[in-house]
């Protein structure tokens, strides 16, 4: 029996490993209450068993939980800061080596293929080699594809748009060439085992939607799964207060360096 929102909680987790607990409960059942509405459930068990029984609904539902948001070079500004001063920063650090760097959260790969057109420009694509990971299927598959409306590509520079993208109608499908550069995986940020000793990790405007206590749990992986001095890249609301306590520094707004030497 599913009377409340702790037992609806209770039973998405036994159905999709996500637990609602690690979300604000006030924006997130906002959202789903909304869903239950959409789809003529009377309550929480009689959506429970739509779930259960309608795979369209369940993968709907899984897609609008996560919350996915994406544009390419989304806060122009950063990207600068990330082309000028982070991206030398890391080639000077690490020998001028290929790069290994995770896009985390990464929604319908608008920001991998951003950072992959970025890195072209210091080093041959051969060499660039991405992880993104995300924990809905959905738009996993959706980035795969690499099919976009121009909207999404309004911040990306012009440059990037002519020479790696194809127009197709009113859609913008963007090069294998670019397509190659990029590992798509399924993962779930509070369950999964973290990639190891990435130099730049890139996880921006997903946080804001957790806890605090996952909040501080994913910060913790974070410095697990980067190097020494290497870079975590977050969000434009999504300032770390108290970053020392992760052994995290301010390298830039929004730009923070794995130190363990901080006590």
Not at 63 to 73: D, G, K, P, Q, R
Not at 142 to 171: H, I, V, W
């Amino acid at each position: 029996m599913i009377k409340d929102y702790e037992d609806f909680k209770d039973a998405v987790l036994k159905l999709s490993t996500i637990d609602l607990n690690a979300y604000k409960e006030r924006q997130m059942k906002r959202r789903i209450d909304s869903l239950i509405r959409k789809n003529n459930a009377k309550d929480y068990e009689e959506f429970v068993h739509i779930l259960k029984t309608d795979q369209a609904i369940y993968e709907e539902f899984i897609n609008y939980l996560t919350i996915n948001v994406s544009e390419f070079y989304r806060n122009p500004a950063q990207w600068k800061v990330l082309e000028e001063e982070i991206i030398p920063y890391l080639l000077e650090k690490f020998s001028g080596r290929n790069l290994k760097i995770w896009s985390a959260a990464c929604s319908t790969g608008d920001e991998p293929y951003s950072l992959a057109m970025l890195l072209g420009k210091f080093m041959p694509l051969s060499q660039v080699n991405i992880i993104a990971t995300d924990i809905d299927k959905q738009v996993l598959e959706a980035a795969k594809t690499g099919l976009y409306r121009e909207k999404s590509l309004s911040g990306l520079p012009e440059d990037f748009k002519r020479k790696y993208f194809k127009q197709n109608g009113a859609s913008f499908q963007i090069t294998d060439t670019i397509k190659k550069c990029i590992t798509f995986k399924q993962m779930n940020l509070l369950k999964d085992a973290y990639p190891t000793g990435c130099d730049l990790i890139v996880c921006r405007n997903v946080l804001i939607y957790f806890t605090d206590d996952a909040k501080h749990q994913i910060y913790r992986k974070f410095n697990g799964a980067l190097k020494k001095d290497g870079i975590l890249f977050v969000g434009s609301t999504e300032q770390i207060i108290g970053s020392g306590q992760y052994k995290l520094t301010s390298l830039r707004s929004f730009f923070y360096r794995k130190d363990d030497d901080l006590l």
